[in-house]
T-cell receptor, first 110, second 116 residues
């Protein structure tokens, strides 16, 4: 059975304090590892898709990396507006279904 | 980026009534659409997957007669919650996959359903 586990569940950061979020996955034949940002009461906002180990993608203060077993979302010098829940999800080679992790709630204090 | 819209953004209804939620891909054609349900402080739970012109595939434990899904065109899918009860109150989110751009999947803003 496919599994995606995110850690930590919650993260409190001071503004400017860089950190990393972890997403461990067990998926048969990975066909994409996705990162989303979700604000309260809203749908997930697409951030990145990673397809193969060693791949990296960046967007502003966020950088996502992928290995054969896990993905990291690095937040560099975060600002209060980076406060949100970050979700990762994995898709296996066969099928359309995304398996989501439980999310990491990030709070950045000024 | 690709945009997915949902309507309504929130709805309050009486127990026993039916509610329809629309999901549209605004600037791309979605061969596959998904419906999720999310409880407070929990992650997304996939309810069903639908391909344009085909019957939806429901996840285990999701009642297909209660949650009717129609994917009539490449830009529109609807979810109808039939004979809604308070336990159906939740945040419903649709998602669409744009085949031509690879496997990226985009989400709508969600619909908050409250059944009294």
């Amino acid at each position: 059975e496919d599994q995606v586990t995110q850690s930590p569940e919650a993260l409190r950061l001071q503004e400017g304090e860089s950190s990393s979020l972890n997403c461990s996955y067990t998926v048969s034949g990975l066909r994409g590892l996705f990162w989303y940002r979700q604000d309260p009461g809203k749908g997930p906002e697409f951030l990145f898709t990673l397809y193969s180990a060693g791949e990296e993608k960046e967007k502003e203060r966020l950088k996502a990396t992928l290995t054969k077993k896990e993905s990291f979302l690095h937040i560099t010098a975060p600002k209060p507006e980076d406060s949100a829940t970050y979700l990762c999800a994995a898709r296996r080679a066969a099928g359309n279904k995304l398996t989501f992790g439980g999310g990491t709630r990030v709070l950045v204090k000024p | 980026g690709a945009v997915v819209s949902q309507h309504p953004s929130w709805v309050i209804c009486k127990s026993g009534t039916s509610v329809k939620i629309e999901c549209r891909s605004l600037d791309f054609q979605a061969t596959t659409m998904f419906w999720y349900r999310q409880f407070p402080k929990q992650s997304l739970m996939l309810m069903a997957t639908s391909n344009e012109g085909s019957k939806a595939t429901y996840e285990q434990g999701v009642e297909k007669d209660k949650f009717l899904i129609n994917h009539a065109s490449l830009t529109l899918s609807t979810l109808t919650v039939t004979s809604a009860h308070p336990e159906d109150s939740s945040f419903y989110i649709c998602s669409a996959r744009e085949w031509t751009s690879g496997s990226s999947q985009y989400f709508g803003p969600g619909t908050r359903l409250t059944v009294l």
